[in-house]
């Protein structure tokens, strides 16, 4: 296997003595390619903490930008600073999969049975509820709820969790205690020294972050995979085409032509692992061109050691025959 790997990197006319190996040690192949190929993009995306840092940095923005927030978790719950109790919330807009939505941030000591007028326009929003004892992410659609009272109109929105509420859906809920944060002043937002603030949405953010990443990793890692698995064979499925198109003339089985695309991978799978560790994304294009003549090489030796010699392409071969043609004219001039 390593005489076979170092080969596929250094050697690529030798290419052409693994093509006709039987498919079980092609499959065997594969797998240790992909193994190399996936491993730095799991490690990178669970190591990395980037999208915690984009995150806690927008959550800060919209907190600094909202009216004075009456809130603090003191001890592990959720307690307000006033002594009129008033549930608060902030819309802002957050972006899933490129999709932007909106949000809002509320801040309710019962969660469950509160109920407000909310100046927001109807539409799906997704919630992040901050309880006495809890956080929680949920999603609602706002529609056909507007109602006149006292103090003009708005949303009246029922955060009840019974049966009955069919517009919220929880999808998790984690108490201050498994996130390990106890104390964190919300009412800090419009201190002048907005850096302890800043730094507080930080440490509650990244505590979330990690919270959701440890029970959702399984899963993380799944797509994870499925993903750099998907990026490995779309690469190697458009070079098997364009080879299969661009020289045709060789008349190579399609089969042929992919596992050959496969053996000449191995150092695009170097040069991708280089480029993920080092953060050089031109080493995966490098990687890409180094496969297509690496491919070439190994089919056109594979034609002359195994398959007969490389055939003229078409053109060549009508050349050939009008030249052919021409000299037998010429000939039988001759003779008259």
């Known amino acids: 296997m390593y005489q076979k790997f170092k080969n596929c990197i250094l050697k690529p006319r030798n290419i052409a003595d693994y ?3 039987p498919k079980k040690q092609t499959v065997l192949y594969t797998i240790v390619l992909l193994v190399i190929y996936i491993i730095p993009f799991v490690l990178i995306s669970l190591l990395s903490n980037s999208s915690v840092t984009t995150i806690s940095s927008s959550v800060s923005e919209d907190l600094i930008s909202a009216n004075e ?3 603090v ?15 608060q919330y902030i819309k802002t807009e957050v972006i899933l999969s490129t999709r932007k939505l909106n949000a809002l ?4 000591l019962t969660g469950d049975s509160f109920e407000t007028i909310l100046d927001v326009e109807d539409g799906f929003y997704v919630l992040f509820l901050l309880t006495e004892t809890e956080f929680s992410i949920c999603s609602m659609e706002v529609s056909n709820k507007k109602q006149e009272n006292n103090n003009g109109s708005g949303v009246v929105v029922n955060f009840m969790n019974a049966s009955d509420n069919s517009d919220l859906n929880k999808y998790i809920s984690l108490t201050y205690e498994e996130i390990e944060v106890n104390n964190i002043n919300f009412a800090g937002n419009k201190d002048s020294n907005t850096i302890n603030f800043r730094n507080d949405i930080a440490t509650f953010v990244s505590a979330i972050y990690n919270n959701l990443k440890m029970k959702f ?5 799944i797509i994870i995979i499925s993903m750099a698995v998907g990026s490995y064979f779309f690469s190697v499925l458009l070079i098997t085409v364009l080879t299969k198109f661009l020289y045709r003339y060789l008349q190579v089985d399609f089969g042929i032509v992919f596992k050959t695309v496969i053996l000449s991978s191995t150092l695009y799978v170097v040069c991708s692992l280089l480029g993920l560790l080092f953060s050089i994304s031109l080493l995966e294009i490098v990687g890409q061109f180094i496969m297509i003549a690496y491919t070439t090489k190994a ?9 007969g010699g490389v055939p003229l392409p078409r053109y060549m071969q009508n050349m050939m025959n009008d030249k052919k043609d021409d000299e037998e004219k010429g000939s039988g001039d001759d003779e008259l």
């Open 19 to 21: 093509i006709k190996e």
């Open 69 to 71: 927030i009456n809130y």
């Open 73 to 87: 978790i003191e001890d592990g719950k959720l307690k307000s600073t006033t002594d009129n109790v008033i549930p």
């Open 105 to 108: 941030y509320i801040f309710d």
């Open 217 to 221: 990793l399984p899963l993380i890692i």
């Open 299 to 307: 089919l056109m030796t594979y034609k002359i050691k195994y398959d």
